[in-house]
């Protein structure tokens, strides 16, 4: 896998990670305000595991190129 596709893996985990992320804060901290109005408690924490799974195989790839 080439380089640059190891680095969109781990800039799409973060985005991914920020945007699920403020939006479980917010559910609990403004009362269902942004990104998604907190649609689903369950889709939030699924998406944060994914981004972080995502995030350590892109990481794990990229050392073994090095």
């Known amino acids: 896998m080439p380089k640059a596709l190891c680095y969109t893996g781990l800039v799409v985990s973060v985005l991914i990670l920020l945007i699920f992320g403020l939006d479980l804060v917010t559910y609990f ?11 689903s408690l369950t889709m939030n924490v699924g998406f944060l595991i ?14 073994e190129q090095k």
């Not at 994914?50 to 050392?63: D, E, F, I």
């Open 29 to 39: 901290l403004l009362d269902n305000a942004f990104p998604f109005g907190g649609a």
């Open 50 to 63: 994914a981004s972080a799974v995502l995030g350590y195989l892109s990481w794990a790839v990229l050392r």
